[in-house]
């Protein structure tokens, strides 16, 4: 034990640090389990860590699947349910690339777990409009050049719904605080802007 401890030290040598940890680790492993078990006594149902069974409502269509808890809106919409218009980016919930819908209200799907997201009406990029019939927002981010690589591009026009569903007449100002969500590198700001006053005056574009 002395060669553990330095001279003129506090006492603490890395002999104790590693017991302290050890039983550390000990303890939050039995805690860990008690809540569990806990948690069964009470009724509560304790689902994961394996696969569960759940269902999406997405687009109007009703989906079954089966994931794991942890798994979150976004990665169940890219790569169970093919998906792939909203952009997996940031991964933080900070850039908007992922925004969709959930009961009509903006969320970003990389802050929702796909076990959340039950029982709530989920709409993606996908729903607004196809190559052939664009929404008139789609339309308007076209006629107005509001997009350049186009990766937050779905992002910023799922947001733009959902503000617009709120404030149909907004002014520039509030367009500005209304998607001060979503984030976009390529800086389209002015752009994004025009299309949705144009949409707001009714001349979305050519396709609207």
Known sequence: MAKDKKAGSS???RRDFIRGSAAGALSTGLLSSNVAEGAQTAGVQVLGPG???MTLQ???KSHRLELEPRVTLLDALRNQLDLTGSKK???RGTCGACTVLMDGKPVYACNVLAIEAQG????TIEFLGTPEKLHPIQAAFIAHDAQQCGFCT???VVASKAFLDRNPHPTRDQIEKGLGGNLCRCGTYVGIRAALLAVNAGKGGSNA
């Not at 709530?120 to 709409?123: A, F, P, Q, Y």
């Open 51 to 53: 696969p569960v069974p």
């Open 11 to 13: 006492g603490f040598s």
């Open 120 to 123: 709530k009406k989920i709409e």
């Open 154 to 156: 779905p992002g910023f």
């Open 89 to 91: 980016v940031c991964d």
């Open 58 to 60: 997405v687009n109007g």
